[in-house]
């Protein structure tokens, strides 16, 4: 049985991994990307779900997502050359800052 924080960390990998064979898969139109995004996902959304033992449904989702969103932006800048202007610094900024705040302060994170 994996730890409930572990298990949310590497569902969080899995995402942003799947995500990242997204961009790569072509809206479906390529077969090894595509297959990469479905094991990733689903591989996600098991350990997203050992995490669900210990951690509140809307805080997990809300760390998976946040986390996710974040890594992907800087995985689309770096990777994929993708632009991010001051407006999409500042938004994603504000994501982080809210994780930390639920994370730190919340009562109902199952720490």
């Given at each position: 049985m994996i730890p409930a924080?572990?298990?949310?960390?590497?569902?969080i990998v899995c995402e942003?991994?799947?995500t990242s064979f997204l961009q790569k898969?072509?809206?479906?139109?390529?077969?090894?990307?595509t297959l990469g995004v479905t094991a990733f996902y689903g591989l996600s959304f098991y350990l997203l779900s050992h995490s669900l033992r210990v951690?509140?449904?809307g805080i997990a989702y809300a760390?998976?997502?946040?986390?996710g969103i974040v890594l992907v932006a800087?995985?689309?800048?770096l990777v994929f050359k993708q632009k991010?202007?001051?407006?999409?610094?500042?938004?994603?900024?504000?994501?982080?800052?809210?994780v930390i705040v639920v994370?730190?302060?919340s009562r109902t994170t199952g720490h």
């Open positions: 924080y572990p298990a949310l960390l590497l569902a942003v991994i799947g898969s072509a809206q479906f139109t390529k077969l090894w990307p951690i509140p449904l760390v998976w997502s946040g986390v800087m995985i689309g800048f991010i202007d001051l407006a999409g610094v500042i938004g994603l900024a504000m994501i982080v800052g809210g994370n730190l302060f």
